[in-house]
């Protein structure tokens, strides 16, 4: 059964290190979607890209994420520098269709912790 | 601004019994979804809502839409050890720019015990 793919599943950085996240979605699906899950709470959208294309990155703290999809497939979320704030799990989804209205689909995640 | 509610928070059910999580939203949608997370866990999709009146069941759960009251019901049906997790629904926000945005409730962490 395929699946999203993430990694890495654990990483514990410094404060004002860099991190990178990267996340294969399932084969074919055009949407991916990057979420930001805090402990305790539902995850929240960071972004969307369509294809490699941002759809909607309201959400994003510009000012140290960044996140790119160059080809359409895989794609990378970055954040420099790291707060302690960060601390959550990562989660990256992909859903099949266009019009991004069909179920998503989540991978395993990435839990940052930041010290 | 879409705001989903979930209702009860915590839930500690005693097996066998039956009980219902609730999951209000505050603007016009036809799509809802239910996830559980184990802890630890990422999120695995229980229940795809579509349109109004829709009704899934799986096992001991079942989910139904209402759009006109725009509320959500997850019902369990003599509950089991296993059921034990946080259920989390989630209110796809479409049309505009933002379709396939999924706004999520806070989750309702459910202990299931002897």
């Known amino acids: 059964e395929a699946e999203v793919a993430q990694s890495p599943r654990y990483k514990i950085t410094e404060k004002s290190q860099a991190v990178a996240f990267w996340c294969d979605p399932i084969s074919g699906h055009a949407t991916l979607y990057w979420y930001r899950q805090i402990l305790g709470q539902g995850p929240e959208l960071l972004v969307q890209?369509?294809?490699?294309?941002?759809?909607?990155d309201s959400q994003l703290p510009k000012d140290r994420f960044s996140a790119e999809r160059l080809k359409g497939v895989d794609s990378t979320l970055k954040i420099q520098p790291a707060e302690l704030g960060d601390s959550a799990m990562y989660l990256c989804?992909?859903?099949?269709?266009?019009?991004?209205?069909?179920?998503?689909?989540f991978g395993p995640g990435t839990r940052l912790t930041v010290l | 601004e879409l705001k989903v509610e979930q209702n009860p928070l915590f839930l500690s059910m005693q097996e066998g019994k039956n009980y219902t999580i609730y999951c209000n939203y505050s603007t016009t949608s036809d799509r809802l979804y239910w996830y559980r997370q184990d802890p630890g866990k990422s999120l695995e999709s229980l229940f795809v809502?579509?349109?109004?009146?829709a009704v899934k069941q799986e096992g001991r759960l079942m989910a139904s839409l209402d759009t006109k009251a725009r509320l959500s019901t997850l019902h369990i049906t003599a509950a089991v050890h296993d059921l034990s997790a946080t259920y989390f629904c989630?209110?796809?926000?479409?049309?505009?720019?933002?379709?396939?945005?999924?706004?999520f409730g806070q989750g309702t962490i459910l202990t299931v015990h002897p």
């Open positions: 809502l579509l349109s109004n009146g």
């Open positions: 890209f369509q294809d490699e294309s941002v759809v909607d």
């Open positions: 989630a209110v796809d926000m479409t049309g505009g720019t933002s379709y396939g945005k999924l706004t």
């Open positions: 989804a992909s859903s099949p269709r266009t019009s991004g209205t069909d179920e998503q689909f």
